[in-house]
């Protein structure tokens, strides 16, 4: 199993502000992934994170706002870029390993809020 | 597109009864589908896999393809069960993760 760490692990910022969120994997992995999940909501792929190339975004997100970074295969981060109350959520990483069935871990997350 | 539906938000039940949290999806192929857990001030985790047929924590989870759905199911509920169920599926092994919305299952003692 991994084990995920996130930093910050809440945060209150203001309108217009960025904040970039850590992640740090206790083992290398291929495969790291960034979730959004606002409110009474369930989880919302970001973008896939890939150590050696760009990260990939799902449909409504795009680099701009959410850039991402992905020096090693330990470690990642994702920014919140000029940030507004929409943006109020908990960020999750996980990490997982290709091939069939395998399992994600999930990171603590980071409740994000902007006012 | 694939899509992964849980149609009760909130599912309350008391100790001992049976309980049964739906799940439905929509893909032409083969998927691969997961129950993920998350207990109170806890991290989202794995709760079992189709594939493997096991039970964990006395749930199972049967795939009915005809049906497209991937029930979870317990025969007798805990306390200790209640907390935020997430079904899940991906397309392919190396594809990425779709949960659904999510039941939250409240065992009433």
Same mark, same amino acid.
């Given at each position: ?115 | ?38 207990? $109170? ?5 794995? =709760? ?7 039970? *964990?924590? +006395?749930?199972?989870?049967? %795939? ?17 069960? $209640? ?5 899940? =599926? ?7 993760? *779709?949960? +659904?919305?999510?039941?939250? %299952?409240?065992?009433?003692?």
């Amino acid at each position: 199993s991994a084990v995920i760490s996130q930093k910050p692990s809440r945060d209150i910022c203001q309108r217009g502000t960025s904040l970039t969120i850590q992640c740090q994997v206790d083992s290398q992995v291929t495969m790291m992934f960034w979730y959004r999940q606002q409110p009474g909501q369930s989880l919302t792929l970001i973008a896939t994170a890939n150590q050696g190339s760009e990260a990939t975004y799902e449909s409504g997100f795009v680099i701009d706002k959410f850039p991402i970074s992905r020096p090693n295969l330990t470690f990642s981060t994702l920014t919140v870029s000029n940030m507004s109350p929409e943006d109020s959520s908990i960020y999750l990483c996980s990490v997982g390993e290709g091939g069939s069935y395998n399992e994600q871990f999930f990171g603590p997350g980071t409740r994000l809020t902007v006012l | 597109a694939q899509r992964v539906t849980q149609p009760e938000k909130l599912l309350s039940v008391f100790k001992g009864a049976p309980v049964e949290l739906k799940c439905n999806y929509s893909y032409s192929g083969s998927p691969e589908l997961f129950w993920y857990v998350q207990y $109170s001030r806890q991290r989202l985790q794995l =709760l079992l896999r189709h594939i493997s047929r096991e039970s *964990i924590k +006395g749930f199972t989870a049967d %795939l009915n393809k005809g049906e497209t759905s991937f029930h979870l199911k317990k025969p007798f509920a805990q306390e200790e069960d $209640s907390a935020m169920y997430y079904c899940a =599926l991906k397309k392919t092994s190396y594809d990425k993760v *779709i949960f +659904g919305p999510g039941t939250s %299952l409240s065992v009433i003692p």
